[in-house]
């Protein structure tokens, strides 16, 4: 993800946590102590080892903070289930390529996906 957002030259800091528990625990976190980072956007995938994405997800929209947060899901997971639950919990839904370079792809997608959530500003905003 690092190489993808490098690479849209989207103005993202990026905080990589190793596993769904420790996710939790950074949100909980922003939530209780206002010198914390507090994430602006998630993007998710829903193998997480602990506590999986899904889970996660749920955990975040119970909490007033955390229910307009947007979220992309990231995922080799192609499952109608899947994609269905994420997208009821207000997230969009990405699926990983096979491949590599494929995946270099997501940049554009993503830039859109902040666009919409008014992270970054829009293209035509900066045309005049």
């Not at 955390?66 to 994609?83: C, F, N, Q, Y």
């Not at 269905?84 to 792809?105: D, I, M, V």
């Amino acid at each position: 993800m690092g190489e993808v957002i490098q690479m849209a030259g989207l103005p993202l800091e990026l905080h990589v946590e190793a596993d769904g528990e420790q996710a939790w625990e950074l949100f909980t976190k922003a939530e209780q102590d206002p010198g914390a980072p507090r994430p602006h956007l998630l993007l998710l995938d829903l193998n997480l080892p602990k506590v999986d994405g899904i889970a996660l997800l749920r955990r975040l929209r119970e909490r007033e903070q955390w229910k307009t947060l947007p979220v992309m899901v990231i995922t080799s997971s192609d499952a109608p289930e899947d994609r269905a639950e994420a997208t009821a919990l207000g997230a969009s839904y990405f699926r990983k390529p096979a491949n590599y370079e494929a995946f270099l792809q997501l940049g554009p997608i993503l830039r859109t996906f902040l666009q919409e959530n008014g992270l970054v500003p829009s293209d035509d905003s900066t045309a005049k």
